[in-house]
């Protein structure tokens, strides 16, 4: 199948489809300035003080480093300042029109909320909360991102460490039993921007195809779902293959993917 073809195949599979999955992975938000993981310059293309970016980002790393473990938020995960892209305007507007009933999304930036999205499970948390983790104090997450701001609770007696309500490397992802019930309820799955390498969210295509329902994934690399059977998959990136997937435009424009 070329590229054309696969392009009308998710076309006709969304208007065919009644409840709609979303499930996002930082590839979506790297249209919004916000750098990935795994793609060429993305997170995980250098150290940080020596440590890798899972290593830094886990719940032991938090408590044994939280002076290094904040400085890195406030370095390499500051979305203070980031919007929304239009791809994820576009999955809000599918959203009211009642064709995505779901959104699931690993990206802790909390750019489907502030783009109007209103049915999402964050799957791994937001960085967008932060809190104490003995008294539960909470802080603004904007002054969290201010290089000298304190990492320890300011309570009196407390001495708590502050840490963002995201879900860290070694803890468990909660919400997995939301996602599994949301999914019984959908009959596409529509993934934007994951590498599909992270478990459990790389599971979750997995549960569509057991249970012999369809799933677009759109993403600029391979995924290890590319050859399965009941699997649309489009390498190309989110903000074009969207627009003329969802668009009016015509099918030739499946020329300017890219
Ligand atoms: P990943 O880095 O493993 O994979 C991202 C995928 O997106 C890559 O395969 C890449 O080819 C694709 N991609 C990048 N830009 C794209 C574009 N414009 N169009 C199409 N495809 C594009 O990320 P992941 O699979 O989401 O898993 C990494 C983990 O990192 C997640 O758990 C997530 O919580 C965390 N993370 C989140 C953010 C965020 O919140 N924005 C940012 C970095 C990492």
């Not at 886990?58 to 370095?75: A, G, K």
């Not at 309570?155 to 019984?184: H, S, T």
Request: charged share 25%; hydrophobic share 35%.
């Amino acid at each position: 199948m070329n590229k054309d073809k696969y392009i009308v195949k998710a076309r006709e599979l969304i208007r065919n489809a009644k409840n709609i999955m979303v499930l996002s992975g930082a590839g979506l938000s790297t249209e919004a300035g916000i750098p990935d993981f795994r793609s060429k310059g993305g997170l995980y293309s250098h150290d940080f003080h020596g440590y890798n970016p899972e290593t830094v980002l886990s719940h032991s790393f938090y408590l044994n480093n939280p002076e290094l473990f904040w400085e890195y938020l406030r370095t390499e995960l500051n979305y203070t300042d980031i919007k929304p892209s239009e791809s994820y305007k576009l999955i809000a507007e599918l959203e009211k029109e009642g064709r995505v009933k779901a959104v699931v999304t690993q990206n802790i930036d909390s750019l489907h909320p502030d783009a109007g999205s209103k049915n999402i499970i964050e799957i791994h948390g937001t960085l967008k909360k932060c809190f104490c983790d003995t008294c539960g104090k909470e802080y603004p997450y904007k002054d969290m991102m201010k290089k000298d701001t304190p990492v320890y609770c300011t309570e009196e007696g407390c001495r708590g460490i502050i840490r963002p309500a995201v879900v860290l490397y070694d803890e468990d992802v909660p919400l997995m039993k939301d996602v599994i019930i949301a999914a019984e309820e959908c009959d596409l799955l529509l993934v934007l921007g994951t590498s599909l390498l992270v478990y459990p969210v790389a599971y979750i295509p997995q549960l569509f195809l057991e249970s012999g329902k369809e799933v677009i994934i759109i993403n600029r690399d391979e995924t290890p779902y590319a050859m399965a059977k009941g699997v649309t998959e489009i390498n190309s990136s989110i903000g074009t293959a969207l627009k003329i997937i969802l668009d009016t435009e015509g099918i030739s424009d499946t020329e300017e993917l890219d």
